[in-house]
């Protein structure tokens, strides 16, 4: 199953070549309104998802890419393990590494990760969404490499 990692390098590529852009275009904080709801903005996330542990004075860098190393490493030896049969479930784990590779190369290099893409979801009336906690093209792989995972799971335990 190692063809599918051709998709994890295109996920690490796109994710790195976007976060590349921004810097070069934006000022942090910066809003460029892209379609009612979507903007890009350029920000920076010393911490994990949703900014956890950002303010804890540096040493989740190194946490953090240790972390991001071993899971990458696990999920690349179950990807080479699985059966030709297991598409889906190599497809998302592809995402997971190229997701949390593209991660990594920001906090190794920059200390913090490139986010750029903030959504509105005007219709759920919480703060906490308005603006929706800023994301980058790793980060989107990494989500749907989890459902994707999920699914091909829970279809692959139902009963035939």
Not at 28 to 41: D, G, M, R, S, Y
């Given at each position: 199953?190692?063809?599918?990692l051709?998709?994890?390098?295109?996920?690490?590529?796109?994710?790195?070549a976007t976060?590349?852009?921004?810097?070069?275009?934006l000022?942090?904080?910066e809003?460029?309104?892209?379609?009612?709801?979507?903007?890009?903005?350029?920000?920076?996330n010393?911490?994990?998802?949703?900014?956890?542990?950002?303010?804890?004075?540096?040493?989740?860098?190194?946490l953090?890419?240790?972390?991001?190393?071993?899971i990458?490493?696990?999920?690349?030896?179950?990807?080479?393990?699985?059966?030709?049969?297991?598409?889906?479930?190599?497809?998302?784990?592809?995402l997971?590494?190229?997701?949390?590779?593209?991660?990594?190369?920001d906090?190794?290099?920059?200390g913090?990760?490139?986010?750029?893409?903030?959504v509105y979801?005007?219709?759920?009336?919480?703060?906490?969404f308005n603006?929706?906690?800023?994301?980058?093209?790793?980060?989107?792989?990494?989500?749907?490499?989890v459902?994707v995972?999920?699914?091909?799971?829970?279809?692959?335990?139902?009963?035939?």
């Amino acid at each position: 199953m190692k063809h599918w990692l051709w998709l994890s390098l295109a996920v690490l590529v796109l994710d790195q070549a976007t976060k590349w852009l921004v810097l070069g275009l934006l000022e942090p904080f910066e809003v460029i309104e892209l379609v009612p709801n979507l903007n890009l903005t350029l920000m920076f996330n010393t911490g994990a998802a949703f900014s956890l542990l950002a303010d804890a004075g540096g040493w989740q860098r190194w946490l953090f890419a240790l972390v991001a190393v071993g899971i990458t490493v696990a999920l690349t030896v179950w990807l080479l393990r699985l059966k030709s049969g297991d598409g889906s479930l190599a497809f998302g784990l592809a995402l997971l590494i190229g997701g949390a590779v593209g991660n990594l190369i920001d906090r190794i290099l920059l200390g913090h990760v490139v986010d750029f893409i903030q959504v509105y979801l005007p219709f759920i009336p919480l703060a906490v969404f308005n603006p929706w906690p800023s994301f980058n093209i790793a980060d989107s792989a990494i989500s749907v490499g989890v459902v994707v995972m999920l699914i091909a799971t829970l279809r692959e335990s139902e009963p035939t």
